[in-house]
């Protein structure tokens, strides 16, 4: 049987959506056994997956130049993009934020929070520098398939990598798509 | 009249003129998607989502009538594009994530996300940011999760009469506004709720029930408001497998037509009044708890010449309890008496045009026949005339308006009118003469308690004098101020009585919703509240209370 690659980055998420991810739990198992490989992941924690992806597994909405710049980098090396959770899918909660000015933002954050003493703003060249407004995946790279849900069920995660493994087109319906 | 053949969907049906295409698919079972669409509102056709194929043309089937030749496709790949299309749009213009959403779960937009598969937004989603009106004391206007689908103004000028919502600017800038734009908390909003009932997203909530648990969580009880002798049909809203209501919706099926009025959507639940939470006893000028057994047996020693004053907020069943009991010995505290009897009905209300209210504002009290009288006047079918001395917030909707010492005045002036209503409360002797003088009238009286009939049907008169010990069993002892003061006086009530220091002992009754009961409406019809919490403290029913006295003391 043919395996399939996948790797997987998360951008601006909480993580839930890896969570749920695991939380296949044994039917993971099933998953590799019937050809499915794990490249990078956070889970692996390899950073870049190999060129022959063949499928990119995004979590998290894209908020800093440093996000775009993954995303894209996943989309060069994976055949199929999937974007998993509300905030990859549609910006999600952490879009709250695009109604604040990021000056403004930061500043409320880093220095005016009640408990903060003597705070700054951090200005290392490492950080990611937040774009003005937080995006969706598609807004930025053109994604193939979408798992909405905050966090998506594991069951719905299952059954998208189980269609492609089994050489279908996923679909989501009733209980698993859900936007909450 | 003449049926019209169409066909839907291929399949030749006979349909009413007048009808809608909308009408006739759900008449034949066959599903179209609906937002804006709500059944008692006259349709708007402003979301489009209902979209249907007709001879090759997208027509919205809520505002369709249907017309000869007609040739319907309900699911054409045309019609199926389109839709989505539109989905898409309305997701995206606006702030529709649902994840920090209250209505998440009863969300009719999500819904029909779901319906349509809906995955993911193609557009670019809306960024400006709308404030949300949290100027009101029970309702929350969010416009930034409003759709524009209109049924909240629909519903306040066509259901509720009270024409409070608007809409102003077009397009995207479109914004749901009171009156002329100001806070809703200071606009002419009488907080009858129903907005909040018929909004089909988050645009509209209430802060009573929000987050407190989503339409799946809770399970629904249907009873009777009796908050007011109109016993305006509700569903109470109660979180499953706990002691706590979420919310009270009207209940569109019965007369009230979903509509209710401020005290029975929110009143019951927002205004709390502190509860009498164990048998006090004063004396020495100082109050006691004492426990139920030495209530029973102080009051069993006052029992046997006690006077029992009864108000009209209890129901039936115990009325006839206590009259059972105690025979002639009890009596109304308030005069129930019509000062003239009601020769209409609700019903008669909802199809007359022409209202004469005397002395009372329905805005503020009677709400729900208000609301029946007050979108007549707004749609043009019905005339309003006020009497009052008060201010009277009807008279923005009255054609006249006139004194209460103006009567005959005013019904000199109204005597072309076609069988008018005259709706009152309370009437001095010289009004009662001046309107049984003219015979064109047609009389409304609104009882002053809930059960005002039902004291009347148990034949228990209106009286007031001084006695030795005085029983006092219900929720309003105002009416006992000037006669309490030489007696030893008991109260059975379920509050912590303003007036508690002038008792003598206090016995908790249960109340509300920890009781179930029947009562008669202003119509004279029985109607029922149901039970629906169970007592968070030691209360009594009036039955236990009547049995323990019975074991001390022969009644």
Redesign the interface.
């Known amino acids: 049987m043919k395996k399939i690659k996948i790797a997987s980055i998360w951008c601006e998420g909480c993580s839930g959506c890896h969570m749920s991810f695991l939380d296949m739990d044994e039917r993971l198992v099933e998953l590799i056994n019937k050809g499915l490989e794990i490249n990078a992941t956070p889970i692996t924690d390899l950073k870049v997956p190999d060129d022959d992806t063949d499928i990119g597994i995004i979590e998290g909405a894209v908020a800093t130049d440093h996000h775009e710049e993954e995303v894209k980098m996943m989309r060069e090396k994976c055949k199929f993009i999937v ?1 998993i959770g ?1 905030c990859a ?5 952490v ?2 934020r ?2 604040t000015p990021v000056d403004e933002l930061l500043k409320r954050g880093y220095i005016e929070t009640e408990s903060t003493v003597d705070g700054k703003i951090p200005t290392s060249p490492e950080l990611g520098k937040l774009l003005p ?1 937080v995006k ?1 995946v ?2 930025v790279i053109k ?1 193939d398939y ?3 849900g ?1 966090p998506p069920s594991a069951d719905a995660i299952y059954h998208v990598l189980n269609e492609i493994l089994e050489g279908r087109v996923p ?3 009733g209980e698993l ?4 | 009249m003449e049926k019209i053949k169409i066909k839907i969907n291929g399949q030749e049906v006979e349909a009413e003129p007048g009808k809608t295409v909308l009408q006739i698919a759900k008449e034949m079972n066959l599903h179209i998607p609906t937002l804006c669409y709500f059944e008692p509102l006259l349709p708007q056709g402003s979301c489009r989502l209902c979209i249907v194929e007709d001879r090759g043309k997208l027509v919205t089937s809520c505002t369709t009538q249907v017309a000869p030749n007609m040739d319907v496709k309900l699911d054409t790949p045309d019609v199926v594009t389109s839709r989505k299309l539109i989905l898409q749009l309305l997701f995206t213009e606006r702030n529709h994530y649902c994840m920090y959403c209250e209505a998440s779960g009863n969300c009719e937009l999500q819904k029909l996300g779901y319906e349509f598969g809906l995955d993911h937004f193609e557009f670019e989603t809306y960024e400006r940011k709308f404030s949300v009106d949290n100027s009101h004391n029970y309702i929350v206007i969010d416009p930034n999760r409003c759709v524009l689908c209109r049924r909240c103004v629909r519903a306040c000028s066509q259901l509720a009469g009270h024409n409070v919502l608007g809409e102003m600017n077009r397009g995207i800038d479109t914004m749901i506004i009171a009156d002329m734009d100001i806070p809703l908390g200071e606009s002419s909003c009488t907080s009858c709720g129903l907005c909040v009932q018929v909004c089909p997203t988050g645009a509209i909530t209430d802060k009573r029930s929000s987050y407190f648990g989503k339409d799946v969580q809770t399970e629904v009880i249907n009873s009777n408001c009796d908050q007011c002798p109109i016993g305006c049909g509700v569903k109470v809203y109660k979180r499953k497998g706990s002691n706590f209501i979420v919310k009270i919706y009207g209940d569109f099926d019965k007369e009230n037509e979903g509509i209710l009025c401020k005290l029975g959507r929110y009143g019951a639940l927002f205004e709390e009044k502190p509860r009498l939470t164990s048998p006090k006893i004063r004396d020495d000028s100082q109050d006691r708890k004492i426990d139920f057994d030495e209530a029973i047996r102080i009051m069993s020693e006052k029992i046997k010449d006690a006077v029992i004053y009864v108000d009209g907020t209890l129901f039936n069943e115990e009325l006839s309890l206590i009259k059972k009991v105690f025979k002639d010995r009890v009596f109304s505290l308030y005069e129930n008496e019509p000062p003239i009897k009601s020769d209409v009905t609700i019903d008669d209300i909802k199809k007359a045009n022409n209202f004469i209210v005397i002395g009372v504002d329905l805005n503020r009290e009677y709400g729900v026949i208000g609301s029946f009288i007050k979108r007549k006047a707004s749609a043009g079918n019905g005339k309003i005339t006020t009497f009052d001395n008060n201010f009277n917030s009807l008279a923005t909707v009255s054609e006249n308006v006139f004194g209460l010492e103006e009567l005959e005045k005013g019904l000199e002036e109204l005597k072309n009118l076609e069988s008018p209503i005259v709706i009152y409360k309370k009437l001095s002797k010289k009004n009662v003469e001046i309107l049984s003088k003219y015979k064109n009238l047609r009389f409304f009286h609104l009882p002053f308690e809930t059960n005002s009939i039902g004291l009347l049907k148990e034949n228990i008169k209106h009286k007031i004098e001084k006695s030795k010990n005085i029983i006092f069993i219900g929720k309003n002892p105002e009416g006992l101020k000037e006669i309490l003061d030489d007696s030893f006086t008991i109260a059975l009530t379920p509050y912590e009585i303003e007036m508690a220091n002038k008792f003598n002992l206090l016995i908790p009754i249960k109340d509300g919703f920890e009781k179930e009961g029947t009562f008669y409406n202003i119509d004279g019809k029985i109607v029922k509240k149901e039970r629906v919490l169970e007592s968070k403290f030691e209360s009594f029913d009036l039955r236990t209370i009547f049995e323990e006295l019975n074991k001390v003391k022969s009644l």
Do not use: Q, R, S
């Open positions: 974007a509300d899918v549609f910006g999600g909660i879009t709250m695009n109604y407004k969706a598609n807004e994604v979408y798992i909405p905050c679909m989501l319906t798509l859900k936007y909450e």
